[in-house]
Structures are given as C-alpha cells and as structure tokens.
C-alpha cells in the first residue's frame, strides 16, 4: 500500500538541522523503530513539504531530503519575543512556580483562538518575557528515515489525531487489531 490522503503512516526519522560549522549537521529529534512517529496523511498535521516528499512511498521505503526555512517553520523573528503581564499566567492571583519558570514551555491561546506553545525566556516581578517562535524556526531541516507501517486509517485514527489538534503520536490504541507494532505512545 502506498502513501496516500488518510492513510495511516508510521515511520522512523532523524531529524538534523545545519550545525555551528559550514556542512556539519546536528542531530534535533529521533523516532525509532519502538517508538516511531504515526500520523494520517494529508489531514493538516505535518509540514505540507514533509508530506510532499512522502507521498507514494510504501513500507519499507527509505527517504532523505530537506526542507529549507520557508517551506518549514520559517525565519526566527525577535517580535515574536514579547513580554506578557502576569496576570496572563496567574491562577487565583498568583504564579504557579512549577510552571512558569525559564525554559519551560507553557500552551498559549492568541486572540483568535488559535492555540500556540511558548518557552519562558525570563519571569520577573511584572512581566514574563516569552518567544513565540516554533523552536524549530530558521532552521533548514534535513530529513532521512524509513517507512514502518502505511495502512488504511481507521475512524478511530481520525479522531485521534484531529480531536488533539494535530499532534504526531498514535492515540491510546497502539497495540489495537490493526496496528502492527507499539509506537510507544504514553
């Protein structure tokens, strides 16, 4: 079976990004073959350019490509840097310590809804200083895996992934009937 919309994919990948020097590559994310990343191809979940270099590929196939800054998560940008009163993060008049703190990342909602992650930059006693930018921004990421499993998505798969806004794990149902292997899911 071939990738192809609303198929179930599941596959292994490093993800490198271009390291300190000219041609040096660092290693940024891994999915193996005990916990591989799964998603249903073609519903919105993964970068249109990661999708793009997927499609028709079969267990078993093996790609490598990258994906340049544009076509990824863009340019990093100091205005997306900003400072937010504490009241945005206070929970009956105060700060949650275990929460808010310098390096963790916290899930925001901007004014239309739309949710977004930020890491904590700084808290002082008026404002918490986060960045907006998806960590991965400015980067040009290079790509090379293996197919594990493709397979028809079941309904149950569907609304896995779209009733958790697109996130890239597989749901409770990772040892079901028709799901070949454990992606490791939590």
């Known amino acids: 079976m071939k990738i192809s919309t609303n198929k179930f994919v599941s596959t292994e990948y490093e993800l490198f990004v271009d390291g300190q ?4 590559l660092e290693l940024m994310e891994r999915a193996t073959k005990e916990q591989p990343m799964c ?12 999708e793009e270099n997927l499609i028709g590929l079969e267990a078993g196939s093996k790609y490598e490509f990258t994906i340049d800054v544009d076509d990824a998560y863009g340019e990093y940008l100091e205005e997306n840097i900003i400072d937010l009163d504490h009241s945005v993060f206070e929970i009956n008049g105060k700060l949650d310590d275990e929460v808010i703190f310098a390096g963790n990342i916290v899930p925001l909602m901007d004014s239309e809804g739309n949710r977004l992650n930020a890491q ?5 006693n008026e404002y918490v200083k986060v960045d907006l930018n998806h960590p991965l921004a400015g980067e040009t990421l ?4 293996k197919i594990l499993e493709v397979r028809d998505s079941t309904e ?11 996130c890239s794990d597989c749901g409770d149902d990772c040892n079901s009937e028709h799901h070949s292997h ?3 899911c939590k």
């Open 39 to 50: 998603f249903v191809f073609g519903i919105g979940m993964m970068l249109q350019k990661f």
């Open 142 to 145: 290079h790509f090379k895996g």
């Open 156 to 166: 149950q798969d569907l609304n896995k992934f779209l009733g958790c806004s697109g």
């Open 21 to 24: 020097n000219e041609g040096e």
């Open 182 to 184: 454990n992606c490791g």
């Open 120 to 124: 904590i930059l700084d808290v002082n």
